[in-house]
C-alpha cells in the first residue's frame, strides 16, 4: 500500500519539499528511501502522485508524477455534537466520524454541556491522522465550539435537511426508515440530553427528532451511529 500524507500547500510545481514532521516520519519511522512511490493530500480533494526524490529527517524532497482533484463523494453530513467529560472518549469519535467522511463536525454547548473548552488544534491533528489512515482526500471542517442557540440560528437558513438525536419519550423517527438528502445536519446532545426547551427550540426551527436505536447510547456512540447512518445510507 502507498503511503499517504497530509500537505498543505500542494503547489503546481514539479518539485515539492515536505516538513519537518512529514520528513522525520518517512525518514526515521517508515525508513522510505530515493525513488519509493507515495501521495499527498492537502484534506482539500487534492491527491498527488509522487516519488522520492531526497530522504532526510529534516525536509524530503519529493517529484510530482500525478496529480487529481477529488470531488467529495456521498452526502454531506454535519454534526453538532456536544464535547463529552471525557477526552478521550470525544476523540474517539472525532476519529471514527472522519473515517465515516463526515463533512462537517460542530462541537456545541448546552445547558447540560459539563466540557466547554476543546484544544481544536489537537482536534484536527487527531482528523489529519484518521484522513490519512483511511485514505481519503477531504479533511473535515472542525470547527470552533459554539452556543447551542446560535447553531439552531445557524442552521435555520442553511439548504440542509435538519435531525435531532433526543432520548425523550415522544414520537420520534427511525433513522433507518428516513429518507435523506443530500446534505443533512444532526444535532448530538451531551451526557444527560438536551433540555425540554432545547428540543422545542430545535422542533421550532424544522429540526425533525430522529430515534438511533432502541438502547440508550452515550453521546459518542450516538455520534459515530448517526455518523454511519447518515453517510452509508442510500
Known amino acids: 500500500m502507498v503511503p499517504f500524507f497530509y500537505h498543505t500547500n500542494l503547489t503546481t510545481e514539479a518539485m515539492l519539499v515536505l516538513d519537518a514532521d512529514t520528513s522525520h516520519h518517512i525518514a526515521q519511522v517508515l525508513r522510505m528511501r530515493t525513488d519509493m512511490p507515495l501521495h499527498l493530500t492537502d484534506g482539500a480533494g487534492t491527491l498527488i502522485q509522487a516519488r522520492l526524490q531526497v530522504v532526510s529527517k529534516k525536509s524530503c524532497t519529493v517529484r510530482v508524477e500525478g496529480r487529481t482533484h477529488c470531488d467529495r463523494d456521498g452526502r454531506a453530513v454535519s454534526i453538532a455534537i456536544a464535547p463529552v467529560k471525557?477526552?478521550?472518549?470525544f476523540e474517539w469519535f472525532l476519529e471514527k466520524a472522519t473515517e465515516l467522511g463526515v463533512s462537517q463536525i460542530i462541537p456545541i454547548l448546552t445547558d447540560r454541556t459539563e466540557k466547554q473548552r476543546l484544544r481544536t488544534d489537537r482536534l484536527r491533528q487527531i482528523a489529519v491522522a484518521a484522513m490519512l489512515q483511511s485514505q481519503q482526500v477531504w479533511l473535515p471542517q472542525i470547527e470552533e465550539p459554539v452556543v447551542y442557540a446560535q447553531l439552531i440560528n445557524d442552521w435555520k437558513d442553511k439548504p440542509l435537511q435538519r435531525w435531532i438525536a433526543h432520548?425523550?419519550?415522544?414520537?420520534?423517527n427511525e433513522i433507518?426508515?428516513?429518507?435523506?438528502?443530500?446534505?443533512v445536519g444532526m444535532l448530538i446532545g451531551p451526557e444527560g440530553d438536551f433540555t425540554d426547551h432545547e428540543i422545542a427550540q430545535a422542533l421550532a426551527?424544522?429540526?425533525?427528532?430522529?430515534?438511533?436505536?432502541?438502547?440508550r447510547l452515550r453521546t459518542e456512540t450516538a455520534g459515530v451511529v448517526?455518523?454511519?447512518?447518515?453517510r452509508l445510507q442510500q
Do not use: E, I, M, Y
Not at 167 to 172: E, P
Not at 176 to 183: E, N
Not at 226 to 230: D, N, R, T
Open 167 to 172: 432520548c425523550q419519550h415522544q414520537a420520534k
Open 226 to 230: 448517526a455518523a454511519a447512518w447518515l
Open 205 to 215: 426551527a424544522d429540526f425533525k427528532p430522529v430515534q438511533l436505536g432502541h438502547t
Open 176 to 183: 433507518a426508515r428516513c429518507s435523506l438528502s443530500d446534505a
Open 86 to 89: 471525557n477526552n478521550s472518549r
